[in-house]
């Protein structure tokens, strides 16, 4: 038996003032056939779990390229035909074979392309044919499309956010397509379509115990698989917006039931699902007045993992302001003052200009005379078991005494390893001011006394009434009050 397995991946932002071409992936990572390494990245699970399969089962995995980009703007045409035609070229030279599996995350958009992961599916069935079993692994703030749901026997997403089941998922993907190819089962799909579009983390109630009995469900009856597609706000298509997807065995009526029930259930969580988001001026009242230390302060928005650069002021100099001073910021995206800041070496204090220079919507960048603290070539940061890297970093101490990691590598703040590798003790710290909507949450709430979510309007199209989407068609929550009144009357 021979399975074929590849990952290509990103999230883009469509409203993000960055473009991604190929040394955005090279610079996340990019891994040539056979160069995987043996941890798994969010989206190539598959890799490691299949490499664990076909070794105790002893048939033959084939690896192609597995290659991730720090969410950001939208991909440039050749950059984009370039991996799929890499990936295609691979496969090609790999059959026959009896499955493929792609680790895919399931929101890139590209110049001339809506939907890069429908055209690569229908692209490896048209090369593979009718009888090959495909199986794919999405994140959830992706966007579901049926050239995908055509051109897939299995689909599986994280099911948690923090997506710290990442490497379940992918052991799901691989489990489902050798059973298939095993002839033990004959998986049937359905998709139910939520109409709406809302943060929906896990890691607090009603979605909680919704995933719990979500994968309880699974394996019991005919059930193989439930998903949740929870979309993406910040990328443009027709089909953004919160989905369920169930894969029962040979049984489509069982399929579409369930889909339906989780989907009415899931549409009902919406408002009720986000932790209270604070507005900049009281997120620094309720953090003053608190006894708590350290008190994490999270920028939901300006997210380099949803895209935007990460490189807002608006919230730091509302800090800068109020005089706060027993504060770290983990990270604020400037290569050019991070470059600056090598050239003057450690110790040295200069005037430096950093952040606020990629948009519009950022803030301006803050004018200051720092001391550099600290000096880090190839900074990183664990994600779970998964290293990130931050590319070259600074510390800067400003006049009050508060420090800034400046970062040269765009990333999202993870955990709080961010601070400790760049030598600042995070529980030392009164104040930590981080850039992340909730993946930081396990591995911060580890350390933190106080967690405040700050809703800092800034380059992030956080509400879909204003977003001013162009390629959205169908109606959706919160746009329209009651989405499936307005789809019937349409
Ligand atoms: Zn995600």
Redesign the pocket.
């Given at each position: 038996m021979r399975i074929f397995c590849a990952s290509i991946a990103t999230?883009t932002n469509t409203f993000s003032p960055l473009r991604t071409d190929f040394s955005d992936f090279q610079e996340s990572f990019y891994a040539p056939p056979g160069q995987h390494p043996v941890t798994p990245t969010l989206c190539s699970a598959v890799f490691t779990e299949g490499r664990l399969r076909a070794a105790k089962e002893g048939w033959d995995l084939i690896e192609g390229t597995a290659t991730w980009a720090e969410p950001g703007g939208l991909v440039n045409r050749e950059t984009y035909e370039q991996l799929r035609d890499e990936v295609l070229g691979q496969l090609r030279a790999a059959m026959p074979v009896d499955g493929v599996i792609l680790g895919l995350h399931g929101a890139m958009v590209a110049q001339d392309y809506l939907d890069c992961e429908g055209d690569l599916l229908a692209h490896v069935r048209e090369l593979v044919g009718p009888d090959v079993v495909i199986g794919t692994s999405f994140?959830?703030?992706s966007h579901l499309t049926a050239l995908r749901v055509d051109n897939s026997d299995i689909i599986v997403a994280?099911k948690e956010?923090p997506?710290t089941d990442f490497v379940e998922t992918g052991r799901a993907v691989v489990d489902l397509v050798l059973r298939t190819l095993r002839g033990e089962i004959k998986p049937t799909k359905a998709v139910f379509d939520c109409h709406m579009i809302e943060v929906l983390p896990t890691s607090r109630e009603p979605m909680r115990s919704f995933i719990d009995r979500a994968k309880d469900m699974e394996g019991t009856g005919d059930i193989l698989s439930v998903s949740f597609i929870h979309g993406f706000m910040a990328g443009d298509v027709p089909d953004l917006g919160a989905k369920v997807i169930v894969t029962t065995n040979n049984n489509p009526a069982e399929a579409k039931q369930i889909a339906r029930n989780l989907g009415v259930e899931l549409f009902g969580f919406r408002g009720a699902t986000r932790p209270t988001f604070l507005k900049p001026e009281d997120a620094l009242d309720q953090a003053l007045a608190s006894d708590a230390k350290p008190i994490v302060l999270t920028d939901v928005w300006d997210n380099p993992g949803g895209g935007v650069p990460g490189d807002s002021t608006i919230l730091l100099r509302a800090v800068m302001e109020r005089g706060l001073t027993d504060y770290a910021v983990g990270t604020l995206w400037d290569p050019m003052a991070v470059r600056t800041c090598f050239s003057a070496g450690e110790g040295a204090v200069l005037p430096l200009r950093f952040g606020g220079k990629t948009g519009a919507r950022a803030g301006s960048p803050i004018d200051a005379e720092v001391r550099v603290k600290k000096l880090e070539r190839n900074a990183w940061q664990y994600f779970g078991e998964s290293i990130v890297p931050l590319g070259d970093c600074a510390v800067i101490e400003l006049p009050g005494g508060g420090e800034v990691i400046l970062n040269t590598n765009r990333s999202q703040s993870f955990d709080p390893s961010l601070f400790s590798n760049m030598g600042i003790d995070p529980a030392s710290k009164k104040y930590l001011f981080i850039k992340s909507t909730n993946h930081f949450y396990d591995a911060f709430a580890k350390i933190a006394g106080e967690i405040i979510y700050i809703d800092v309007h800034g380059p992030y199209p956080s509400d879909p009434k204003t977003n001013g989407y162009r390629h959205v068609k169908r109606p959706l929550w919160p746009i329209v009050e009651d989405p499936f009144a307005a789809s019937k009357a349409s």
């Open positions: 999230e994140d959830p703030h994280f956010f997506h």
